[in-house]
């Protein structure tokens, strides 16, 4: 009686257990945080690529933060202002992002219908690289001295010349 009462016990107790993971295993997706930046740091003015999974065939809008001191016409996405995109079957979409001032930047993806958030990224605008500073002039110039060379072979060529006909003459 007791190792039945017992046996009972247990398996209540590993109902109890199970039961909440047979819940979240019901087959629906989690999409947060399900996107992905190409490149976290680009340049200005170049394009990366904004790739986020959600809901199939569902209206997806990317949103762009800008710092306070970037103005909104320094975001481009696709060539466009439209910050709203279609996922295909798979729950896939993919926006093309060009930044165009320095700054650090919050793309937010949601959910049109639902207004669930699907993505949450930072990117990282860095300003325009200094141009490099000239380098010191090192070495010398070389035409003088190559001048001097040459004038120097040409009045030793002379000389030899000049020996070799005077040797002649007195022989």
Request: aromatic share 4%; glycine share 10%.
């Amino acid at each position: 009686m007791k190792t039945r009462r017992a046996f009972v016990v247990a398996a209540a107790a590993a109902a109890l257990v199970l039961a909440p993971s047979a819940a979240f295993g019901y087959g629906a997706e989690n999409y947060q945080d399900k996107g992905t930046v190409s490149d976290t740091t680009p340049a200005t003015g170049e394009a990366f690529k904004v790739t986020v999974k959600g809901p199939a065939n569902t209206n997806v809008t990317l949103t762009i933060t800008t710092p306070g001191s970037v103005p909104v016409d320094a975001v481009t996405i696709a060539g466009t202002k439209s910050f709203s995109k279609l996922t295909d079957a798979a729950g896939k979409a993919v926006f093309s992002v060009t930044l165009a001032q320095p700054g650090t930047f919050s793309l937010v993806v949601t959910d049109s219908a639902s207004g669930a958030v699907l993505s949450t990224q930072a990117v990282t605008v860095a300003g325009a690289a200094a141009a490099p500073a000239a380098l010191s002039s090192t070495g010398s110039d070389a035409l003088p001295i190559a001048a001097g060379a040459g004038a120097l072979l040409a009045v030793g060529a002379g000389a030899i010349v000049i020996a070799r006909r005077r040797s002649e003459v007195r022989a």
